[in-house]
Structure formats: structure tokens, C-alpha cells
């Protein structure tokens, strides 16, 4: 983060600007800041400034300079995929998993929970894989906020867990009726429920 700012004042949002921008918490942006997720600096009296374009990039909008919109006309080739997992190993094997399953999915991936929630709004995918402890946000907190919104539930859910059933029980608030993939299973398990997500509704 640097000390001086490098855009003009109409280029830059306050920390309460850029976080209802976002919709998220004024604490979650200050941690997007911290882990260099969006662009900022300090003024001389230690107060962040977060360059407006780098809050766009994030919703996708048109002040975004980098990972460009897929024209329609390409997105339609396959269905959009969210990954939300904090582990490399498990973010790797995955998404072998959803390309062998799914050679035409659009494929992204966020490592902890509040990136997720706001690729999620950005995205608009069809089908939101989602490991349950996640940093940031937990996972099944972020599944049950997700399944309350109708207006942000339209993805069908894969959940992914090493849990073990006894472990899951006090998730249960969140997980009704949502399929759940063990991570020892992922080869096996995970395409099928992946094609069920994706059947045409009966």
C-alpha cells in the first residue's frame, strides 16, 4: 500500500464508499486491502484510499483493466463454475475434476470466503462449488446467506468437505437438501453431482 495517490480525488472511494459499493463490511474491504485485492494507499493521516477502478474490476464493471468480460456469445459455450476453496491442493484437484467433467465450463476460483461472495455477485454462476470452513467468511454461513436471497440463489450448490458426519451436524441450519462431496471422493463423487446440477429442472 502506498502513501501518496496516485489518481485524482474523482478516481478514489473511502473505505465506507468502496464497502457499500461492494456490499460487503467496511472490515472485509480493509482485509481485501491488506491481502492487495484491491488498489490503495494512506493519506498523510493514515486514512485508506481505495482506487475506484479496482473496486469496478471486481463487480466487473467498465472501469475493469484486467480479467475482460467474456462476450456472450463465448459464455454460452458452457456453464459458469465458482470454486471457493482456501486450499491449493484441493483448488487443483477440483478444478482437474470440473474440466474432465465439464470441458466447456467457465471455470473460477476464489480463495476464501468474502473474494467468493464477491465473484459471486460478478459472476452470476450456475453452479457454486463451496468447501465449508473457508477464511473470511464461513462456508456454510455463505451458503445459508446465499439460499435466503432469492435474488442470489440461483446457482445450484455442491458442497465439499473433509467433515465427518458428527462434524457436519452443527452446519445442518445451512446444508438441507444440499449435495455434499467428501474430498476423498472428489474423482468419484464430484462429476455426478456436478451433471445433477446442472439437469434441466423437472
Known amino acids: 500500500m502506498t502513501i ?94 470440473v474440466r474432465q467433467a465439464l470441458p466447456q465450463a467457465e471455470l473460477s476460483v476464489a480463495g476464501d470466503g468474502v473474494t467468493g461472495l464477491v465473484m459471486y455477485g460478478r459472476l452470476d454462476p450456475d453452479v457454486l462449488i463451496v468447501d465449508i470452513l473457508l477464511p473470511g467468511i464461513d462456508g456454510a454461513a455463505l451458503v445459508a446467506s446465499l439460499r435466503a436471497n432469492p435474488a442470489l440463489a440461483r446457482a445450484r450448490l455442491v458442497v465439499v468437505t473433509s467433515l465427518s458426519d458428527t462434524e457436519l451436524e452443527r452446519y445442518a441450519f445451512a446444508l438441507a437438501g444440499v449435495p455434499i462431496v467428501r474430498k476423498d471422493r472428489l474423482v468419484t463423487d464430484l462429476p455426478l453431482r456436478l451433471q445433477e446440477a446442472l439437469a434441466p429442472a423437472a
Do not use: C, K
Open 4 to 97: 501518496q495517490p496516485p489518481f485524482n480525488d474523482a478516481d478514489v472511494l473511502t473505505t465506507v464508499e468502496a464497502a457499500q459499493r461492494l456490499g460487503l463490511a467496511v472490515r472485509s474491504v480493509q482485509a481485501m486491502v491488506d491481502r492487495g485485492e484491491l488498489q490503495a494507499w494512506r493519506t498523510p493521516g493514515g486514512h485508506r484510499r481505495i482506487s475506484r477502478a479496482s473496486v469496478e474490476r471486481w463487480l466487473g464493471g467498465p472501469s475493469a483493466t484486467t480479467a475482460p468480460a467474456v462476450p456472450a456469445a463465448e459464455s454460452a459455450q458452457g456453464p459458469r463454475v465458482l470454486l471457493i476453496e482456501d486450499s491449493a491442493h484441493f483448488q487443483n484437484l477440483i478444478q482437474l475434476v
